[in-house]
């Protein structure tokens, strides 16, 4: 334990605890306009009930996604991987992935592969402080450049929902 210590100290990165996308203006202006859209189109064909039960989806979705959230912490232990409350075990990372955005090349993501499927984190730290978490995670599980994806997860990840 206090080899490991000695390694790692109190190595630890803040992220946020689910992809946190950073929508436009534009963006909210389209799904407006598209909800408002679809909730006209069924009162107008006199569906009244599938018209509020749309407009309160919409709401919730908004709801759900503007609300802020409080970052957690990944740390490193002798264990394996601390996720704010859970520990994953070092046997069961099989590898990660750094993502961050094409015009800025200011990181964004950091996506675990944890057995088949990955669970991907907004990073809410420096990037100094993201290159020394990642050093000192290549030592247990490997970076990798990609990782597998589905159509609709990209299509999804693509218009930020």
């Given amino acids: 334990m206090d080899y490991f210590y000695f390694l790692f100290g109190d190595m630890e990165l803040s992220v946020y605890p689910e992809e946190k996308f950073e929508r ?33 989806l919409a709401g919730v ?28 075990a070092w046997i069961n990372l099989q590898s990660y992935v750094i993502e961050f955005e094409k015009k800025t090349l200011r990181f964004k993501n950091i996506v675990f592969l944890i057995g088949k499927r990955h669970e991907i984190y907004t990073i809410a730290d420096t990037a100094e402080h993201l290159q020394q978490f990642s050093d000192q995670l290549e030592q247990y599980i490997p970076r990798v450049g990609e990782y597998p994806q589905t159509g609709l997860e990209k299509f999804y990840r693509k218009i930020k929902l």
């Fill in 24 to 56: 436009g203006a534009l963006w909210y202006s389209i799904f407006g306009l598209i909800a408002i859209g679809i909730v006209l189109l069924s009162f107008f064909h006199d569906n009244w009930y599938g018209g509020i039960i749309l407009l309160l």
């Fill in 61 to 88: 979705y908004l709801y759900f996604h503007i609300r802020p959230k409080a970052p957690i912490v990944l740390k490193l232990t002798p264990q394996g991987l601390m996720i704010g409350n859970t520990t994953v």
